[in-house]
């Protein structure tokens, strides 16, 4: 960054990029995959449905996380916070918190472009009309912070293990929790 750039994160310009790097390193990797996602104090988890999930299923499963995870990564390059509060259920821990991370970075002019998880293990737990909940393992594999004309690619994370219940509203599926 040079001294006459303006300071699109909000950083002094001693240290310069080396601390816009600081900020959207530990910001938007922590942030977005830890904390972004999480819902704590939801009880335990129901029994797996009694047979496993076919082949079809289990694809259209991971159809729709990955159709999930592509709408989510569009709300974030766009800094759109209407669609992507729409990606949950009313009331979701989860969503509120996506929101309102996604409001933080808007407020230091900052957008991730590119967001992309990438999926190790994935087992449907349980699947009814109108209700799936998925055991997944995966991680960001790709993404780049963009403030102005400053750009920083998000390093890789680890793969992290969650349960993802989603729910069918008005059509569309919408996450209701994280554990």
């Known amino acids: ?102 409001r933080r970075y808007l407020a230091r002019g900052l957008v991730v472009r590119r967001l992309r998880m990438q999926v190790f293990a994935f087992h449907v737990v349980r699947r009814d009309a109108g209700i799936l909940r998925v055991r997944v393992t995966d991680r960001v594999a790709g993404g780049v912070a963009v403030a102005g004309r400053h750009r920083l690619r998000l390093p890789v994370d680890r793969p992290t293990t969650r349960t993802i219940a989603l729910r069918r509203v008005a059509g569309a599926w919408r996450v209701a929790s994280v554990r």
């Open 1 to 102: 960054m040079d001294s006459g750039s303006p300071n699109p994160a909000g950083c002094s310009t001693v240290g310069g990029m080396g601390q816009l790097r600081t900020v959207l390193v530990l910001g938007v990797v922590g942030a977005l995959v830890a904390v972004g996602l999480v819902q704590a104090g939801i009880g335990h988890e129901p029994a797996p449905t009694a047979a496993p999930a076919s082949a079809p299923a289990r694809s259209q499963a991971l159809d729709v996380l990955h159709g999930w995870d592509d709408a989510r990564s569009d709300a974030w390059a766009t800094g759109d916070v209407g669609a992507l509060r729409r990606l949950y259920v009313a009331g979701s821990a989860a969503g509120r918190a996506d929101v309102r991370l996604l």
